[in-house]
């Protein structure tokens, strides 16, 4: 093996296998789905079971420890500084019975200990007691002998291939629990992304950034009907942005476009562009607009290979050195 990047790799399979969500996400229509190919859906069937076999989550005690795999993976993720309640549903997109139910049974075993907040009461901490903290590095450790277990068998250059393509797997599935909705701009979640996109342009730009000196898109204006803000979430946290200017069936205006660094290479900025695209064209407006700076090279890419035809400015934005429109009824 090199290094510990392969056991890294695996144990993240091991520990921390997503649950499927039965419910439809925006965007995935029946159409969509009846049209895959009939062999992909086997294969992804056959790969579920494979997996759910080889990591012993079909056990009524995951990794010997006489408690499911799902009680496991919630007392790993609760960590060693606890955490709220309502993010740990958000994180593992879980039924609240099921949580509570999980959470009560890891509290009978003395693993972990519930705290009401004051003054909001409707605020529950959950936490790991000290045996619940040694459980927890037990769990790391055995964990960690499975994933071995895992590679053992294989030749190195059979280890290369499924740490590899264990890396694509994480990578696609990620990918595929990022949810894009409508935000109010003035929530928590919206104030983060722009914020962050805010800083992220100041940083970046030669001449720094000030958004009091760049074109507006206030809360007001990306309200509708005047226009809507997007805002990307991962297991709950908000990690991108992009937000419409709409001018009834006049151009519409694509602004403030962000994703975090840590969700790069997912797609969300390029899933967030269809979707404002998608909505912009659904409330009449057919064509499209946008400026970006020329430091903003990977922004520039993405706009290029989504059909965007690079044009004189339409505005005076002071921070733009490209203007950029696209078509909706091409």
Not at 20 to 32: D, P
Not at 115 to 121: A, F, I, L, V, Y
Not at 170 to 196: H, I, K, N, W, Y
Not at 226 to 238: F, I, K, N, S, T
Request: contains cysteine; hydrophobic residues 40%.
């Amino acid at each position: 093996m090199k290094g510990t990047s392969h056991g890294e790799t695996v144990a993240r399979f091991v520990l921390r296998p997503e649950r499927s969500r039965l419910t439809w996400r925006f965007g995935t229509s029946l159409t969509k789905v009846r049209d895959m190919d009939d062999t992909a859906t086997a294969q992804v069937r056959s790969f579920n079971r494979s997996v759910t076999q080889r990591i012993g989550a079909l056990q009524d005690g995951y990794l010997a420890r006489g408690r499911p795999l799902g009680a496991s993976r919630v007392l790993w993720e609760i960590g060693r500084d606890g955490t709220d309640l309502r993010v740990l549903r958000a994180r593992l997109d879980l039924d609240s019975g099921y949580l509570s139910r999980l959470v009560r049974s890891l509290e009978q075993d003395g693993l972990v200990v519930v705290e009401t907040g004051s003054p909001d009461k409707r605020v529950r901490t959950v936490r790991l007691t000290d045996a619940g903290r040694e459980e927890r590095e037990l769990l790391d450790r055995r964990s960690d002998e499975l994933a071995s277990s895992l590679l053992a068998p294989l030749s190195d250059a059979q280890r290369d291939r499924l740490v590899d393509a264990m890396g694509v797997v994480e990578r696609l599935l990620t990918a595929g629990m990022v949810d894009v909705d409508v935000e109010d701009p003035t929530s928590t979640a919206a104030r983060f992304c722009v914020e962050s996109y805010f800083a992220e342009l100041d940083a970046r730009f030669d001449t720094g950034f000030d958004p009091s000196q760049s074109i507006s898109a206030d809360a007001a204006e990306l309200t509708e009907p005047a226009g809507l803000l997007l805002v990307a979430r991962l297991r709950g946290e908000p990690i991108g942005c992009g937000a419409l200017k709409l001018h009834g069936r006049e151009p519409a205006e694509i602004k403030r476009m962000w994703v975090a660094a840590t969700a790069r290479g997912l797609g969300v900025g390029r899933r967030i562009l269809g979707e404002l695209e998608q909505r912009a064209g659904e409330r009449g407006a057919g064509l499209v607009r946008l400026e970006t700076n020329g430091t903003l090279r990977e922004a520039t890419s993405l706009y290029r290979s989504a059909g965007y035809v690079e044009v004189e400015a339409f505005n005076d934005e002071p921070y733009a050195h490209h203007w950029f429109e696209k078509r909706l009824d091409a």
